[in-house]
């Protein structure tokens, strides 16, 4: 899918789905919502596919209302029968064009890197954008993949560009609000958050000081 400027606007700042004890994971999406987000993937590890789907029919009209891109995590098959914008496929899950052939063309599909070469077989597979992590140490994330700091995405964009490859990047990864100024400046897109988000003290308020941050605020 060819990303159309509102929506390579929206992907300045993705929040993932989390729960917590204090927040389910739509609770978690609704405040990101509230807080001016508009880009929300449903990520929902080691849920059963009805609980899935029950989750994304009552967060996709929520989404539509406040001209929110949602994305699935992980199942590009609930993401069409759900009717998403898209999915985000992780390294071990189904590979990008074979997800297309599923979706179609209309469908954003995104895919996960930590290498190179990771990004250089997401682009040849037709992927419309790379998360691309993690940053720093995350407890989100189970099985994590070797640590990039800043000079890992000044590395990886660099050599993207070196290479003819133009795909918005989006930084992933125990990202922190003081990060994000420094973040911004390695080439990457975008920032994708979750966990300091739902730490904070209100989660509303601190996703309206991030927007503001990353120069969306209106």
């Known amino acids: 899918m060819k990303l159309t400027a509102e929506i390579l606007e929206a992907s300045r700042l993705q929040f993932i789905t989390h729960f917590t004890d204090r927040y389910s994971y739509l609770d978690s999406a609704m405040m990101a919502l509230e807080g001016g987000c508009r880009w929300i993937q449903l990520r929902m590890k080691?849920?059963?596919?009805?609980?899935?789907i029950r989750t994304a029919s009552r967060?996709?009209?929520e989404c539509r209302e406040k001209g929110a891109v949602f994305i699935i995590d992980d199942h590009?098959?609930?993401?069409?029968?759900?009717?998403a914008d898209g999915v985000h496929l992780g390294k071990n899950d189904m590979p990008v064009d074979?997800?297309?052939?599923?979706?179609?063309n209309s469908f954003i599909i995104g895919g996960t890197a930590n290498t190179f070469e990771d990004i250089a077989r997401l682009a040849s597979q037709g992927a419309d954008y790379i998360g691309c992590g993690p940053f720093r140490f995350t407890?989100?994330?189970?099985n994590l993949a070797p640590v990039l700091g800043l000079d890992g995405y000044r590395r990886l964009t660099g050599m993207m560009k070196e290479n003819g490859i133009d795909l918005p990047v989006t930084a992933i990864g125990g990202i922190g609000f003081?990060?994000?100024?420094?973040i911004m400046q390695t080439g990457v897109s975008g920032i994708a958050l979750s966990g300091s988000v739902l730490r904070a003290d209100d989660p509303v308020g601190e996703m309206k000081r991030i927007l503001a941050v990353t120069g969306q605020c209106k």
């Open 46 to 52: 080691d849920a059963e596919e009805d609980e899935i």
């Open 59 to 61: 967060l996709l009209p």
């Open 76 to 83: 590009p098959d609930i993401a069409l029968k759900t009717g």
């Open 98 to 104: 074979v997800a297309r052939k599923i979706l179609g």
């Open 139 to 142: 407890t989100t994330k189970r």
């Open 178 to 182: 003081d990060d994000i100024p420094q």
